[in-house]
């Protein structure tokens, strides 16, 4: 079976609007470019795979039904059009919980690969934060850093390297596209 090549993407700050502790849907606001960014990476024969931390769930904010009820909107609003995700994961974790799914471990993107197949060579992971670059680096794949959400913070205090910065998801597609 021939492997697949992934965009693995977090969702806020790079997806949709950054709120911090987002838990209600009415909150929820795709950013302007993002339609015209996956439907790029669609048609370049990316599958997309949503991998988020999520620790207002440990914390007692908001519970998983929350976090599900917002990946459903962010589904059905892009389904309209024509973009599909592979799949959705998040880490309900703490950060000092010492567990395998929160960014930058891989656990996510271990979930992904029970379904799918992905060539990590031909993958890329895109995020606003340096957990987003170190899950896409100890998982194999390219990275990306977007300047929306924290990216213009974290751009100014980087360790780890991403393969290029962006403004925004769609000049992160546009680029990836090019790169082949």
Known sequence: ???KKAIFLDRDGTLIE???FLSTVEETKLFPFTTEALLL?????FELVVVTNQSGIGRGFFDAKAVNAIHEKIRLALKAA???FASF???PHLPD???ECRKPNTGMIRQAMEVNSYDMGLSWTIGDKELDLGLGINAGTRTVL????YGSTTEKSLELQPDFVADDLLNAARRI????
């Open 1 to 3: 079976m021939e492997k």
């Open 82 to 84: 024509g973009i599909e």
């Open 89 to 91: 994961h998040f880490c």
């Open 97 to 99: 919980a010492g567990c």
């Open 177 to 180: 596209v090019e790169i082949g």
């Open 18 to 20: 950054e709120v911090d």
């Open 41 to 45: 990476l669609k048609e370049a024969g």
């Open 146 to 149: 977007v300047r929306t959400g």
